[in-house]
């Protein structure tokens, strides 16, 4: 018995998929009713059949070329030629390109054609003579083509999905930004499936900040078709809306599945997230999703969510690389371009763009003595404030109220960038903003700035070194006066840049050898002996040329160098002084000027041990000199880091004594050994009282506090005649010797005994 499904066999549902089209092409009219009949009412791989008939090959041509989705073809092999079947084959195949049809060949005169031949020449599924074809054996053969073209259909669906899938992706990779890449996923999704584009693609933080495992409302990244109104809205049920209840249904229901669905008309996917959020699209469905469909949406939704990961990364890069994580606002990175953008614009309504660096007076104080939460909290405070007062209007993101012509932002530390007209931009409207207090975790801060501010009309150069030059004047502004103000001006920057420069010619000069040291003796002015010499630090340029120490000291000082070069001075000096003990001149004494720099410095007392172990000077004399105006800046340090070195066997000098305000109680505690009278009193000292008082005072305080005192600067005997009255032991000057070089400080000791320093 034959072992046919017929359809009232089969489950009602078969119905809603489509028939397999069957094209019965034959110059005999019987073999089409009894090819019918044979094949009626009957399914296969679940669906039924149709069919269609053409009684000639060149009917059967014009039918395929308006035709399509014909699976097979029982095809008369003898019509209006002999060989008309097989001609019509090499047509369709070559000139329709329909290789995906399965052809059965059927002839009515057995033997007529080579069968192998055909078959593999013609690409032909089956060759049977009519008489062979009984109910079964053609039932038989119909399958196995219909299974044959069901493969093949699948293959060319899955080659033109994953073509459709790469493209898709292509064309989501070359979007920027997460919102682009929604609404393109939507787009590309419903082509996948062949429906319109609608839906929406939503997102929800895995927390919302409140806690570990806290989660905040879905929200709509993009929305398209009939949902288009929801973009950028939270997607819930309190809309009261049932088409939005069930977009937001499908979306917790896949969320919580963490895999895509086809549940309820809707299809869902899902696209997990590394970068902190998973996505979860919502297409309305118009009909099912085809087997083939399903596996590319799997192959889709793997590569959308490596898409959209990235996207979210690239996002936050971005985000960290041009804005402050703490304010929110734009970073110096940031700022530059705003400021470069400006300054291309050229004359315009904002020709007279003013930029203002907003220093906060004593930051790093609040923050040593309050914590840093405190001044993480008062920065954001600050940037509230300079966004939401400067310029009223509209909110605008982190820093609410921004008008465009206004940019505010934090380019690092304690201080942040104002961007505006002139007209905004203004000093007095700046400080205005910090006359209240700001209220920090429930107490009132009273804070001030300091401003330095660039005219950008008169600026010629880029936004970087229009920051350069805001720099320069707020810092010439706190010289000045805190919670003051200061415009850059073109002076300023050929004295920075001269700074710079020298700056840069000491380092190297350093690294010559075109750094040494002269020596100006010192006197008894009882005896008229030496005593010791103060060891003095010179630099002569290449070009021979002598730079003063009062212009590259401080440079010296500023950059740092002062360290290195102040370590190879008091070795230099060491060496010097051996040098002069093994002369004979074994009563010698040498002082060393030590910066405020050097002596601030951890190490410091580490390089001086190693300098006295290295050289083998005798640490009883040597004396280093501090001034004045350092020997009062924080006084307990000092006290400490003092009596350290007076551990090592050196005295200490204070330098320019009479210059500043030092305590009398301070000075004891300090231990110092000896007191240097500054040379502008020693220079007064014979036309002024003032002079001779301010000498005569310093004397009389070394003697009661039991130190040594010595005046620098005499240039004439009445000096050194006041000086002795006054009762002061020692002087050095102009008077006994100009600085001396090495060789020179030799030949000026060799007829001159030396005696140990009072």
Not at 283 to 299: F, G, I, M, Q
Not at 411 to 425: Q, R
Not at 652 to 666: C, K, P
Not at 668 to 676: A, C, N, P, S
């Amino acid at each position: 018995m034959d072992d046919l499904v017929f359809a009232d066999e089969v489950d009602v549902t078969v119905s809603l998929l489509p028939p397999w089209r069957i094209l019965v092409v034959d110059d005999d009219a019987d073999v089409h009713s009894t090819t019918t009949f044979a094949l009626d009412n009957v399914t296969m791989q679940g669906r039924p059949l149709t069919f269609l008939h053409a009684y000639s090959a060149a009917e059967a041509f014009a039918l395929l070329g308006r035709e399509s989705d014909i699976a097979v073809i029982l095809l008369d092999v003898v019509m209006e030629r002999a060989d008309a079947g097989l001609h019509l084959v090499r047509r369709i195949r070559d000139e329709l390109d329909l290789h995906d049809v399965r052809i059965i060949l059927r002839t009515g005169q057995p033997g007529y054609a080579p069968e192998m031949e055909a078959i593999r020449g013609y690409d032909i599924n089956d060759y049977r003579t009519k008489s062979e074809l009984t109910r079964t054996k053609l039932y038989t053969a119909v399958a196995a083509a219909i299974r044959s073209y069901e493969q093949l259909c699948a293959l060319e669906a899955n080659r033109v999905g994953m073509e459709r899938i790469v493209a898709a992706c292509a064309r989501l990779m070359a979007l920027h930004g997460v919102r682009d890449v929604a609404y393109g996923v939507l787009a590309q999704a419903a082509e996948l499936v062949g429906h319109p584009v609608d839906g929406v693609l939503c997102t929800r933080e895995f927390g919302d900040g409140t806690g570990a495992g806290a989660f905040g409302p879905l929200r709509v990244v993009a929305a398209c078709g009939a949902s288009r109104d929801l973009d950028g809205c939270e997607l819930g049920a309190q809309y009261g809306d049932p088409h939005v209840t069930r977009l937001a249904l499908a979306a917790e229901r896949t969320l919580a599945r963490r895999t895509w669905t086809t549940d309820d008309g809707m299809l869902t996917l899902f696209f997990p997230g590394k970068a902190g959020r998973d996505f979860v699209a919502c297409l309305p469905l118009a009909r099912a999703v085809s087997d083939v469909e399903t596996r590319l949406l799997k192959v889709f939704c793997g590569m959308v969510a490596v898409s959209l990961d990235n996207c979210e990364l690239v996002t936050d890069l971005n985000k960290s690389a041009f804005h402050d994580p703490l304010t929110g606002l734009p970073n110096r990175t940031r700022m530059i371009e705003l400021i470069d953008a400006r300054l291309a614009a050229g004359p315009g309504p904002d020709h007279d763009a003013v930029l203002a660096l907003v220093d906060i007076d004593h930051f790093a104080e609040t923050n040593d003595a309050l914590g840093h939460r405190f001044g993480d909290l008062l920065l954001a405070a600050v940037a509230r404030r300079l966004g939401t007062r400067l310029a009223p209007g509209p909110a605008s993101g982190p820093a609410s109220g921004l008008q465009p012509s206004l940019s505010i932002g934090r380019i690092g530390g304690d201080i942040f960038c104002v961007l505006g007209s002139a007209e905004l931009v203004q000093p007095a409207t700046l400080q205005t903003l910090f006359l209240d207090a700001f209220h920090i975790d429930g107490q009132d801060v009273q804070v001030s700035s300091t401003l330095g501010l660039v005219c950008l009309r008169e600026h010629d150069g880029s936004g970087a070194d229009a920051l350069k030059d805001g720099d320069i004047a707020l810092k010439r502004a706190k010289l000045q006066q805190r919670t003051g103000h200061c415009y850059f001006s073109r002076s300023m920057g050929i004295e920075i840049r001269e700074r710079v420069r020298m700056m840069h010619a000491l380092r190297s000069g350093f690294q010559r050898g075109e750094l040494f040291l002269d020596y100006q003796p010192q006197i008894d002015l009882v005896t008229n002996r030496a005593t010791g010499a103060e060891a003095l630090l010179r630099w002569r340029q290449q070009d021979g040329q002598l730079v003063p120490p009062d212009r590259f000291i401080p440079i010296a000082e500023y950059s740092g160098l002062i360290v290195e070069i102040g370590e190879w001075v008091l070795r230099q000096a060491c060496t010097e002084l051996l040098r002069l003990r093994a002369a004979g001149h074994t009563a010698f004494t040498m002082s060393v000027n030590v910066s405020q720099v050097q002596l601030r410095h951890p190490h410091f007392l580490d390089m001086l041990r190693r300098a006295l172990d290295d050289t083998g000077a005798p640490p009883d004399f040597i004396e280093l000199e501090i001034t004045e105006s350092m020997a009062m800046e924080e006084p307990a340090a000092l006290v400490e880091k003092l009596a350290h070195v007076k551990h090592t066997g050196v005295s200490i000098a204070i330098d320019d004594f009479g210059t500043g305000f030092s305590s009398l109680s301070h000075l004891q505690r300090l231990q110092v050994d000896r007191l240097k009278i500054d040379r502008t009193f020693v220079t007064e000292i014979t036309g002024s009282a003032r002079g001779g008082s301010i000498a005569q005072m310093v004397v009389q305080l070394g003697r009661n506090l039991g130190l040594s005192v010595i005046a620098e600067g005499v240039e004439d005997e009445r000096q050194a005649q006041i000086l002795r009255q006054l009762g002061c032991p020692l002087a050095q000057g102009f008077l006994y010797s100009r600085p001396l070089s090495p060789e020179a400080l030799l030949a000026w000791l060799a007829d001159r005994p030396v005696t140990r320093a009072a």
